[in-house]
């Protein structure tokens, strides 16, 4: 028997920008084609944090402006940087989600 662990590190919302794929779908396309952003991705992720409520208007992590540049953000956390996120599953559900995308690492 094999057991599938999947874990949610980020879901991002960005209502009022065009999220279809010629939009923030192209702008996640092209940072998974540039090479070592997997993998600089996969080492942010290390990195991030629940954000607090109170910390929410000072990081552009936690903007909905960020879009998918989100990647790179979080491409960028180290150890002395750490990006505060929200996890928010359930905006894909929300009847103003037009377009969800999932990158699996």
Same mark, same amino acid.
């Given at each position: 028997?094999?057991?599938?662990?999947?874990?949610?590190?980020?879901?991002?919302?960005?209502?009022?920008?065009?999220?279809? =794929?010629?939009?923030?779908?192209?702008?996640?396309?092209?940072?998974?084609?540039?090479?070592?952003?997997?993998?600089?991705?996969?080492?942010?992720?290390?990195?991030?944090? $629940? !954000?607090? $409520?109170?910390?929410?208007?000072?990081? =552009?992590?936690?903007?909905?402006?960020?879009?998918?540049?989100?990647?790179?953000?979080? !491409?960028? !956390?180290?150890?002395?940087?750490?990006? =505060?996120?929200?996890?928010?599953?359930?905006?894909?559900?929300?009847?103003? $989600?037009?377009? !969800?995308?999932?990158?699996?690492?």
């Amino acid at each position: 028997m094999r057991l599938l662990q999947w874990s949610f590190s980020l879901s991002h919302s960005t209502l009022q920008w065009n999220g279809d =794929p010629e939009g923030q779908g192209l702008i996640i396309f092209n940072f998974l084609l540039k090479s070592g952003n997997i993998e600089r991705l996969k080492n942010g992720l290390q990195h991030i944090e $629940c !954000a607090r $409520c109170e910390t929410t208007r000072f990081w =552009p992590s936690l903007s909905r402006d960020t879009g998918a540049e989100i990647l790179e953000i979080i !491409a960028q !956390a180290t150890a002395q940087k750490h990006v =505060p996120v929200v996890l928010e599953l359930s905006f894909a559900n929300d009847g103003r $989600c037009e377009w !969800a995308y999932v990158v699996d690492l």
